[in-house]
């Protein structure tokens, strides 16, 4: 079992910043493929960037440029810095883990709202 607690969310202006963190459980994180989603009301929840074990990453066109993923293996933890915020970008958003040959485990979300 991988526990993950999503921290960050807020209330920001268009245009402003937001970094979101992910803290993971267990020793293995570094393995781990760690990824962000987010869902906004009343639609599906769409991938937003991942990072692999090595540190590479990839990103949805909507935010390539404006969102930047990372990770800290020291200290189990993913973070999405996001800037250059738009109000589309208001959406629950929520953190991944998927170690090696198991299932995909979620986090329960951080809310964030970009007001115009």
């Known amino acids: 079992q991988v526990q993950l607690v999503e921290s960050g969310g807020g209330l920001v202006q268009a245009g402003g910043s937001l970094r979101l963190s992910c803290a993971a459980s267990g020793s293995s994180f570094s393995i781990y493929t760690m990824a962000w989603y987010r869902q906004a009301p009343g639609k599906q929840r769409d991938w937003v960037a991942t990072?692999?074990?090595?540190?590479?990453?990839i990103y949805a066109d909507s935010v390539k440029g404006r969102f930047a993923i990372s990770r800290d293996n020291a200290k189990n933890t993913v973070y999405l810095q996001m800037d250059s915020l738009k109000p589309e970008d208001t959406a629950v958003y929520y953190c991944?883990?998927?170690?090696?040959?198991?299932?995909?485990?979620w986090g329960r979300g951080t809310q964030v709202t970009v007001s115009s």
């Open positions: 990072i692999g074990s090595g540190g590479g990453t």
């Open positions: 991944a883990a998927t170690p090696p040959y198991t299932n995909t485990y």
